[in-house]
C-alpha cells in the first residue's frame, strides 16, 4: 500500500499543490496537500477507489472550501481594532451588588417566614407567581376572599417590618 501512495503522490503532489494555491491560498496549500493525501491513506478501503486522483482533488476542494468558511467567519467576528480587556463588560452583577442582593432576599424571607404557613404561600402564589385571587383560593384550598386578606395581610405585616422603600415596584404590581 506504501507503494501505491508513494506512487500517487509522485505522480499527483505538485499538481494537487498548485490546484490548492488556485483554490485557497499559498500559506496553507501545503496543509491542504498534505491532508488530503492524509486522508486518502486512513481511507478503510484504498483500492476499492476507481480514480485516486478525483478523490484527492475533491477533498483538496473541500478542505480548501472549509478553510475559506473559517477565514469568513473569523474575519465576520474579529473587530477591526485590537479589544482592550478594561472594554470588556461582564454581563453578571458586580460582586458586592450580588452580595446586597442576597442580603436583601435572606431579610425579606426572614420576615415573611414570620407569617402563618397560609398566609406565606397565599402572598408567594399571588405576588411571585402571578396567580389571581381565585387561583391562589383554589390551590391552597380557601375562599377567594380568604385569599385577599392573607395576601394583604402579608403585606401589612412586610411593609410594617421593611418598609415601602426595600419592596419596591417589583412586588406592588
Known amino acids: 500500500m506504501n507503494t501505491l501512495l508513494d506512487k500517487l503522490f509522485r505522480r499527483h ?11 485557497s491560498n499559498v500559506t496553507i496549500a501545503e496543509d491542504i496537500t498534505q491532508e488530503a493525501f492524509l486522508r486518502l491513506m ?5 483500492t476499492a477507489i476507481e480514480n485516486h486522483r478525483a478523490y484527492l482533488f475533491k477533498t483538496a476542494a473541500n478542505l480548501s472550501k472549509n478553510a475559506y ?9 474579529t473587530p477591526d481594532e485590537p479589544v482592550e480587556l478594561e472594554q470588556l463588560v461582564c454581563p453578571l452583577p458586580a460582586p458586592e451588588t450580588t452580595v446586597a442582593i442576597q442580603q436583601q ?6 420576615v415573611l417566614l414570620q407569617l402563618p404557613e397560609v398566609v406565606q404561600h397565599a402572598f ?10 381565585p387561583e391562589v ?25 421593611l418598609g415601602h422603600d426595600f419592596l419596591g415596584d417589583n412586588l406592588t404590581r
Open 69 to 77: 468558511d473559517h477565514e469568513q467567519v473569523r474575519l465576520r467576528y
Open 42 to 46: 486512513q481511507h478503510p478501503n484504498l
Open 13 to 23: 503532489g505538485k499538481e494537487l499543490l498548485a490546484f490548492a494555491e488556485r483554490q
Open 124 to 133: 408567594i402564589l399571588s405576588k411571585l407567581d402571578g396567580l389571581s385571587y
Open 137 to 161: 383560593a383554589e390551590a391552597l384550598g380557601i375562599s377567594s376572599k380568604s385569599a385577599q386578606r392573607y395576601v394583604f395581610k402579608a403585606w401589612q405585616h412586610l411593609i410594617q417590618h
Open 105 to 110: 432576599l435572606e431579610r425579606f424571607l426572614s
